[in-house]
């Protein structure tokens, strides 16, 4: 079956420690996004990429990083310079035809800072 | 920016109807409907990407003003299932950043 997959569900973290959530889509999806969700709150953009190699800030990129090598796949590493990483992260991929389509979303992973 | 929904949060009784807008401060190129239920991924409702387009999904519909940069989403006749936070997502002209908006929390009761 086609989807996205993200994982792991749940993770915890220390303090000052680097993380890395991975999110593989086989959708042969071009487009890409990683989201925030606080409790309450809305979907915040941290990252997006419309093609392999090449991706751009969202609005709330300070403290996360990412990287595009393939096609399927787009992790995200939640640095040590995130002062507040606890929250739920959501991985979508979309083809890209200047957003005509849906985005399918991964189930997420909630991050715990401990 | 973050679009602005509103009502933040609405409570309904099975049957009552309901009206959630999206409001953009930039031009829009396309919006979609999403429903969230709690812990889950958001699923997709519609897509409208014309100006005044109108779009209907069982007895959900929406409408889509483009020079007024706003969005609409109407919920008839609600039922249980209905329950969860509902999200537009936009893209703005020309871009392919898509960001969603600050969310809607529908609760139907019975």
């Known amino acids: 079956d086609g989807g996205i997959t993200q994982s792991p569900k749940y993770l915890f973290r220390k303090e000052g420690q680097n993380v890395t959530l991975s999110c593989e889509q086989n959708l042969n999806h071009d487009a890409m996004y990683w989201y925030r969700q606080d409790p309450g709150q809305g979907l915040r953009l941290i990252y997006y990429?419309?093609?392999?190699?090449?991706?751009q800030k969202g609005d709330i990129a300070e403290g996360y990083s990412v990287s595009r090598e393939k096609k399927e796949s787009f992790p995200l590493t939640v640095t040590s310079a995130q002062k507040n990483p606890t929250a739920f992260y959501l991985c979508?991929?979309?083809?890209?035809?200047?957003?005509?389509?849906?985005?399918?979303f991964g189930q997420g992973t909630r991050l715990t800072v401990v | 920016q973050q679009p602005v929904q509103s009502p933040q949060a609405v409570i309904l009784r099975e049957g009552e109807d309901a009206v959630i807008n999206c409001s953009s401060s930039k031009a829009l190129y396309s919006v979609h409907w999403y429903r969230q239920k709690h812990g889950e991924a958001p699923v997709f409702l519609m897509i409208l990407l014309k100006g005044g387009e109108q779009k209907g999904h069982e007895k959900i519909s929406a409408s889509f003003n483009e020079k007024k940069q706003q969005s609409s989403l109407y919920l008839t006749a609600s039922q249980l299932s209905y329950s969860g936070t509902y999200f537009c997502g936009i893209e703005h002209s020309g871009t392919y950043k898509y960001i969603f908006g600050t969310g809607t929390r529908l609760k139907v009761l019975a």
């Open positions: 979508a991929s979309s083809s890209g035809q200047g957003l005509n389509t849906e985005a399918f």
């Open positions: 990429s419309q093609i392999v190699n090449d991706f």
